[in-house]
């Protein structure tokens, strides 16, 4: 099973400022990777897949980076509807498909 | 517009089964795989299963094995997730989930069901 590490468990960034999230996997998942923002009560929201492409409707300031074992999800200058949940997930090595155990992004 | 909706939250005791449902629409349903992944209170999102809605094959995470049964109905575009044998430990959301495309490998999930909250105590 691939484990994926996210860092840091809770990143405090304040409104304007860019944010940066990392995700290491166990081993190579390539660029089979995809990142998620999960609001309180709410299913979680596609980001970017394929390590950098973002999902249809995702603003711009929102990219992906990466290859192979690590990876980092960049918001380039945070909106008050950015302070959320972001998970990470690998779907490279399968059974089973794993996530990150979440970065909560809070406002500083 | 494209989207999965899922029935209504549960209650079961301990040693119950519960099965969820999952519709789609605005889509083709057999073009898409469909998997289940759970989120217990306070906690991350754990994966559960897939399923091949076009050639009714499944997959299920090990620890789920013989306690998880996904199944598809295609008349009505709904994919069935059943949990058998509950514990306290299967308290949680369900989400059923679509992935983009299934070329080759698994891909990522683009549409989420609301989620169905499954409690379980005696």
């Known amino acids: ?108 | 517009q494209v989207q999965l909706v899922q029935s209504g939250a549960e209650v079961k005791r301990p040693g119950a089964s519960v099965k969820v449902s999952c519709k789609a629409s605005g889509y083709t349903f057999t073009s898409h795989y469909i998997h289940w992944v759970r989120q217990a209170p306070g906690q991350g999102l754990e994966w559960m299963g897939i399923i091949n809605v076009s050639a009714y094959s499944t997959s299920y995470a090990q620890k789920f094995q013989g306690r998880v049964t996904m199944t598809t109905d295609a008349s009505t575009s709904t994919v069935y997730m059943e949990v058998s044998r509950l514990r306290s430990e299967d308290t949680a959301v369900y989400y059923c989930a679509r992935e983009i495309k299934h070329v080759g490998n698994a891909d990522a999930f683009d549409i989420w069901g609301q989620g169905t909250m499954v409690t379980v105590s005696s």
């Not at chain 1, 484990?3 to 995700?23: D, H, I, K, N």
């Not at chain 1, 979680?44 to 074992?69: D, M, Q």
């Open chain 1, 1 to 108: 099973e691939i484990v994926m590490t996210q860092s840091p468990a809770t990143l405090s960034v304040s409104p304007g400022e860019r944010a940066t999230l990392s995700c290491r996997a166990s081993q190579s998942v390539y660029s089979n990777l995809a990142w998620y923002q999960q609001k309180p009560g709410q299913a979680p929201r596609l980001l970017v897949y394929g390590a950098s492409t973002r999902a249809t409707g995702i603003p711009a300031r929102f990219s992906g980076s990466g290859s192979g074992t690590e990876f980092t999800l960049t918001i380039s200058s945070l909106q008050s509807e950015d302070f959320a949940l972001y998970y990470c997930q690998q779907y490279n090595n399968w059974p089973p498909i794993t996530f990150g155990q979440g970065t909560r992004l809070e406002i500083k």
